[in-house]
């Protein structure tokens, strides 16, 4: 589970955008990528403490949910935190973890450098600090104050900032994770009996998730919850049995491997709702699949590092047969599919080329078409490309694996 994500990357005719692998605008000229795309940023707001001062005109804490969205003229969709506020936000598609490199980032934007302390949380209660920003877009490496095993669904930010100016504090456009893995829920009622550990006999949402576990070949952790009635104990055990059912089914019906999966038994903690009101406790009882990459897929194939002839080291990402990646020094990217075990087909996408397309890939429109070629031991491959819907003829274009 140490290695870098695998990201969800598809052919833009046949896929949807929001789970590719994707670079996003940095709110100061350049581009970052995120291997899950838009499932990589915060979902929902937790708290927000607004800071004193603050902004003389607000924005609402949703701002800084979802994918880097801010314009500069005239200033809109970003949070301003306010001298010393408080955010606090949450994934809920996806979770955050240790990985090689940056795992952790926080876009603020404009042109003062408005710092804050960041924290992370399993839970919502118990927080990590994982340092402090330095303004713009920061990545902060979390390896230092975690396990590699461990999972956090929770940032908080708070302003470090100074007192003056239109917008005291940071103004946040986006969290996002780029450290992260897939998160399905499976909710206990409508897969298990009250009090029970067996499956009903509809595991139709189960055999869905699976399929997609199994397409990407990955490791998954499975935790088991449920609400607060009845004693610890029993409640630890019941999670206990409803996570190694759920593995059984995923290795007895899917044929996923069982050194695949880890099941981790969480009892009543962490409850996600109210455990006063029936329905949040409905919401407690529940089964969890977190997705990570197989690291040992990691060591061959097309995935990794290519030294390209003329464009610098483009970065190349896999999920099942899906493609995407992107140029380290310049935010160009690729995406498409492999067409067999040699042979990848989809589209590049630019900053900027010669010639400009009628419609637009991540909001720009100088793209085209794209047919890369590797090599039998994957050390090399040759592509061809075009400008927009042409035929990828252009023959210029080569790469060895670093």
């Given at each position: 589970m140490k290695s870098f994500i695998t990201i969800i990357a598809v052919l833009i005719t046949s896929?949807?955008?929001?789970?590719i692998g994707r670079t996003y605008p940095d709110g100061h000229g350049k581009r970052v990528f995120f291997p899950y795309g838009d499932i990589s940023f915060a979902d929902e707001i937790v708290s927000f403490r607004v800071g004193n001062p603050e902004p003389i005109e607000g924005f609402g804490s949703k701002e800084a949910l979802g994918v880097p969205d801010s314009e500069v003229k005239p200033y809109k969709n970003f949070t301003s935190l306010g001298y010393g506020g408080q955010l606090i936000v949450k994934f809920t598609d996806n979770v955050l973890y240790d990985i090689a490199g940056p795992d952790l980032l926080i876009l603020e934007i404009g042109s003062k450098i408005e710092p804050v302390d960041a924290y992370i949380s399993k839970d919502g209660k118990d927080w990590i600090s994982v340092g402090k920003t330095g303004g713009g877009f920061s990545a902060l490496d979390i390896a230092d104050y975690v396990d590699k095993t461990d999972v956090f669904r929770y940032v908080k930010i708070v302003d470090k900032g100074k007192k003056s100016g239109r917008w005291p504090g940071a103004d946040i456009d986006a969290i996002g994770a780029i450290g992260s893995s897939m998160n399905f829920q499976l909710n206990a009622a409508v897969s298990?009996?009250?009090?029970?550990?067996?499956?009903?006999?509809?595991?139709s949402e189960l055999r869905e998730i699976a399929k997609k576990i199994k397409e990407l070949n990955s490791l998954v952790l499975i935790e088991g919850y449920t609400d607060n009635i009845g004693s610890a104990q029993s409640n630890m055990q019941l999670s206990k049995n409803r996570a190694d059912a759920v593995k059984n089914f995923l290795v007895e019906s899917a044929g996923i491997a069982s050194k695949r999966i880890e099941t981790k038994a969480l009892g009543e903690s962490n409850p996600v709702a109210d455990n006063s009101t029936e329905e949040g406790r409905e919401k407690n009882r529940r089964v969890e699949l977190i997705v990570f990459q197989n690291t040992e897929m990691e060591q061959k194939g097309v995935v990794g590092t290519w030294k390209t002839a003329k464009n610098g080291n483009l970065r190349i990402y896999k999920y099942g047969d899906k493609i995407a990646g992107w140029y380290e020094d310049d935010g160009g990217e690729i995406l498409g599919k492999m067409t067999d075990d040699h042979t990848m087909v989809g589209q590049w996408v630019e900053n900027g080329s010669a010639?400009?397309?009628?419609?637009?890939?991540?909001?720009?429109?100088?793209?085209?078409?794209l047919v890369i070629e590797f090599n039998e031991n994957f050390t090399e491959f040759q592509g061809k490309w075009g400008y927009c819907n042409e035929e990828a003829n252009k023959a210029d274009w080569s790469a060895k694996k670093k």
């Open positions: 896929f949807s955008y929001s789970q298990f009996d009250t009090g029970k550990s067996t499956l009903k006999e509809d595991k010639k400009k397309c009628d419609s637009e890939i991540y909001g720009r429109k100088n793209w085209g078409s």
